[in-house]
């Protein structure tokens, strides 16, 4: 520190004289000692501080990252329990359309059966038999109909594009 250059600013500034064995000057490199000492100190501290800071950051970033996580897994889980139920009343649906189909297909299939039925009753004794046989392969040839218009109904309901259900 120039004390001469300090002597002449203070001057210009206040109209006081400093001598450079001014007591004044003493107070002015206390005062720098004290700064430097609460500058280190406080250094100090903040070293101590920002040594902590990189774990607190991940400890931080680690919870932030679970919270996250958890509230993704359950908006995940509401929108594949809202598709569930989505499947379910698509399927339902189709799954009335198809049997209201079947229903509608079948019945002049049954009536036809019920006149097989009809026409093996009424046949004499020694036809019976071939009755039985004729009632057993038209029972069985509407059943293979009628599962076999649920699964194709079913399979095109299904595979059909665009299909809303």
């Known amino acids: 520190m120039d004390k001469s250059r300090l002597s002449v600013v203070v001057y210009k500034r206040t109209g006081f004289p400093l001598d450079e064995e001014d007591p004044a000057f003493v107070l002015v490199e206390l005062n720098r000692v004290v700064l430097e000492e609460l500058i280190d100190e406080s250094a100090g501290r903040i070293a101590e501080r920002l040594d902590t800071l990189p774990e607190r950051i991940r400890s931080s970033g680690t919870a932030f990252a679970a919270e996250v996580s958890s509230q993704g897994v359950k908006r995940v889980t509401e929108m594949l329990a ?69 699964l194709g109904a079913y399979a095109y309901s299904l595979l059909r594009p665009g299909a809303g259900g």
């Open 82 to 150: 809202e598709s569930r139920r989505t499947i379910a009343a698509d399927t339902e649906q189709a799954q009335r359309r198809i049997a209201d189909h079947i229903g509608k297909l079948s019945e002049p299939l049954f009536r036809e059966v019920a006149a097989a039925v009809r026409a093996a009753q009424t046949l004499s004794r020694g036809g019976a038999v071939r009755a039985r046989w004729l009632l057993a392969g038209a029972a069985i040839g509407v059943l293979s109909f009628a599962y076999g218009v649920v």
